[in-house]
């Protein structure tokens, strides 16, 4: 069976190849990919070893082999050798620095009626009830107001400054 991707690189690539896995600092998956596709030139000037020798070689499996050469061969030198750059974030914004601005607000402001101060509970309440955010754990809450170092029982809460008393 015919290899169905081939791998001949340029004199000027086998350069770049060499360079990346002998010197400068980069990722061992970086510069192992680079090695694999020094053995897998088909070439004139790579050494044209066969997918399983490779793998032996570089302690790789040969499907892995396979998909780097696709990729080689598909999209080109830089895609074959790095990873793939992520266009979205895992997982959306929620608690930004406006939300914490919000929070620092609400958490300046008078406590609530029946209350002596804020609670993150309360907090955390009050946030949802005024549509800042959807839902908010009070864990959430007290890790960004330590964030922020802001203690909800210290005697300076940030409401003001504190008033320093000269002793006579």
Known sequence: MAPRYRVTLTSEER???EKISTTGVRSAKTILHARALL?????????KWK?????DAVGMSTRALEHIKERFVEYGLEDAILRKKRETPPRPVIFDGDFEAKLLKLACLESPEG???WTVRLLADKL???KIVPTVSAMTVCNTLK???LSLISANTGKSRPIRVLHS
Request: hydrophobic content about 55%.
């Open 128 to 130: 949802v009830k005024l």
């Open 51 to 55: 997918v399983a020798d490779v793998a």
């Open 39 to 47: 053995l897998l030139d088909a070439g004139v000037h790579g050494p």
């Open 15 to 17: 350069e770049m190849l």
């Open 147 to 149: 964030k922020m170092s």
């Open 115 to 117: 209350h002596a101060r």
